[in-house]
């Protein structure tokens, strides 16, 4: 298919790479030009405004958050110039509410739109890898599934209203902070009790938690090995911000993701905004007193 | 080998059917009679007196809590009066404080202590397929092993202290009851944002979530589904009280645990102590308003 | 002196009146006409746009929320062509950021801007006796005094930085809704052990929590009397929202704001968002099992 | 009259002195004999055991908590041997659960039971200036009453059954350490803005939060000045503790009191445990990165 991608950042790069090898012709637009010329070498066809790559049988986007879509996709003319009937699939992970004018305002210049938003790192793209989560009109998605297919593992539907993917993604990284944040205290009760973070750790993630989520993270916590980041902290608090106002607006209180972004700020706080989420952990020890006559932990300096 | 047996509850009667299985003699003793008839017809000898089990080759017991263990264990005599050499094997999940009176006890009176708690449900005990974690000094756990390997998947050590095995089963409960606060509050989330709770939780636990313990909650709390209950909330609630406990003991705040005690308390102010503890998605729901105009979930009433 | 206002609520007509009486002419303008009219027999001279308000030796605005300030303050022209010089006193209870944006809009145009939120509600308004938390360049604050004093008890400066004002008010309101959550878990405490709410409140606060500010929402929430509400609950979410935004823009986590925020979250699922905030009580009964069997509080009609 | 007083503290010490002064013959019984001495200087008699003490018109007894109640007047014989139709007034802080404990076995033995908790410090008891709550049968109130006159301010009736003044007490502390950690959080939240803690806690402790616990609590904030304490802070988690016991005993879950336990827990891991509990602002300052590049406060070290 003719294509445009938008948003060449590690992850948007690897999903590139991925469907101009499945033979896609992919016309590619980046902020800044450095990852615009590693996409060319993939084989990827660099245009100079966004408004190029949005055309053709259909373009992706994955940006960094509300910010950068606001700024990108809902620049003045950009969907209201597009041509009648293409489909737009948003990979980035954004707001409920985001999402929800997105959906409008592509319907409105009658574009398709497709929430399709992914969970994995970029090597998972690199990889080819993703799990997608993507909710949209059955015909828009239709369109874009072969895109989906060759850079993800699978693709799970969720409905026909956009929102509902963002929820769904909002969700699992909801689950994902909890269960760090859970492993981050079970740990430091463990330490402060004689018991060695990795031993309990290990024994906990082997004989009941077995999803390789928990296995990665407990790993990280263990070797109190932060950096370099696979998720970055703030990405992470940025994200539970996002369930947070989802919550708000229809009123749902949710005290597990309060304690999230109490722990995550607090990390902020001690300056691990560049570390992997799985940082909470040492928020954990801090409050448990076990940084005293310690040595900051090595995972402090970049590897 | 000869072996006595304390606690006949729906666990320690699965398990004591696998070691008559096994070959073991098994001597049981229970408090109230009808648990030792059935244990009886599986092969075990009743016996009159705990004094009775706790002989032989070693003594295992599963007695409910730390009350329990108190009433039964620490009645006076008991641990004095056995004999020298014996090993008592715990499989309970009490609290730490316990274990280390217990360890203190028993090695006072020359006996062996093995803290040898164990994750899975009584089907899992019948089945043989429990996990356990165990602690004590290597003889005395090289003693009880043979017997631990009959109704265990695996036995995962944890060091020469027993009061470890009870620090690594807390936190593996607490663990469990943040999975299921999370999924809780992620199927409020969806539900109030347009998205069905089966939809979501089918999708994180199959793209993200895979591990079992994931999977089996979200089931229960996609279909509102309580009773019978396969761990009650009160005992859940009894075993963050120990976690919380646990931490106070050391100084380590565990505000995560904070928020599971305070919405279990709450389940138990709308009278689902005898549920399934991943009735805490009824205290979710209930907080975002899921509740008026609507029956009470059909689970309320047992299945 | 000859003064502008913009806004008239509750609160700023009662302002208003005090401005006049004290001999004042006072330019008024408001986005609905109805305040208007009843301003104009106050002895206010109604002007017909923010511009012909944004005038004269100094301009007074209470406007409801950053939303209300954006669009009128902010709007493309007024800041920008009023008259140098023009000192500008925003009373409202506004963000700590937008509060910054402001400063620095009015320093850019050489008007003076001092931020001055109140604390009271709108009787004592009328009575002239809010305390006001003032913050600006002395020379505008000193312009500007004269008039906060016909309708305040006592200005308290906080300094020459304006945003300083907005977190001096906003940490006060966050004080108050701390306040009231414990009012309100110690009233249901104090119920579910056999003590009436009223007669603990009462001795409460006539022994030990002495200030009117406890006192009167003590009696509100023995009384359960909630409508009609003296500060709605929707605007102490709105207040509990600034203040967790006011601690993430500086990385310093607020859990009893958490505590805050979920609580008032929860009172809005139940329909309470036009009710004083001290219906969180009524958050606190639920969770306590306080609302089987029992009609809805009679507070939920307005008195 | 002629009465027993039981626990010579800081606080009982200076209430004999006020029942020794009123013309009462106190005979006094503590369990390490310094206090007694200096009770003797003052004018009263020791007496060898408790149950010297536990005789005559009345008896009073002040000890440091449950333990000690338990050890001292639950000790076999005390109560069971007491003279008919003694009354003996409890001016301690203990759990509701101890106080029906106390009542019951009181009755049992035809002794009057009055559970009269108070609110005020060492140098208030001297004073004579207690706030005490008073509950029992009114027979027995009446009998204690002129004592109790004699060392406070005023009495606060709650009803006959003597657990109702636990209750009160418990949340009267209750809301103290809300209003501590409020204070707390404010002060942190004003000095990351920019605004001293200083500066922010006066204005709203004289503007809206006049009661004196305010005040006194926002004095030490601002100086930081923890020691020496007034209230230390390991009795103020042991009386949240029990606060939150008696929550769940009724099952009524108060998440405000979950988060005092968690920052008095972490203020305890940083070795405060002997600070006043206003120490609760260095937990919210730590949290907030104010640490880091400081010294610690000064206070620190005893003054």
């Not at 996409?39 to 790559?53: C, E, I, N, Y």
């Amino acid at each position: 298919m003719d294509i445009g991608f938008i948003g060449l950042g590690a992850m948007g790069t690897g999903i590139v790479g991925n469907l101009v090898r499945a033979g896609h012709n992919v016309r590619v637009w980046n902020r800044s030009p450095g990852p615009v010329e590693a996409a060319a070498k993939l084989g990827a066809h660099p245009v100079p405004t966004p408004r190029d790559a949005f055309a053709g049988d259909a373009v992706l986007s994955m940006l960094a958050d509300d910010a950068a879509v606001r700024a990108v996709i809902m620049a003045p003319g950009l969907v209201e110039q597009a041509p009648r009937g293409l489909v737009h699939a948003n990979l980035a992970t954004i707001s409920v509410a985001l999402t929800r004018e997105l959906e409008a305002l592509h319907e409105a210049h009658n574009l398709g739109y497709v929430a399709a938003p992914v969970f994995g790192r970029p090597e998972v793209a690199s990889a080819g890898q993703l799990q997608i989560v993507c909710a949209g009109q059955p015909d828009s998605v239709a369109r874009v599934e072969p895109l989906l297919d060759a850079f993800s593992r699978k693709t799970w539907p969720v409905g026909r209203e956009a929102h509902r993917a963002a929820v769904v993604k909002l969700a699992g990284n909801f689950l994902i902070a909890s269960a760090i944040e859970g492993l981050a205290e079970a740990a430091a009760l463990g330490e402060r009790n004689g018991v060695p973070a990795a031993a309990l750790l290990d024994v906990l993630t082997n004989a009941v938690f077995t999803a390789p989520v928990y296995q990665n993270y407990a790993k990280l916590i263990a070797e109190r090995r932060y950096m370099p980041a696979g998720f970055k902290l703030a990405l992470g608090l940025k994200d539970v911000r996002l369930v947070l106002a989802a919550g708000e607006a229809v009123a749902a209180p949710l005290p597990l993701a309060s304690v999230l972004r109490d722990s995550l700020l607090e990390a902020m706080a001690h300056g691990q905004s560049d570390h992997d989420w799985s940082a909470l952990a040492e928020v954990s020890r801090r409050r448990a007193g076990l940084w005293e006559g310690e040595s900051q932990p090595e995972s402090g300096t970049p590897a």
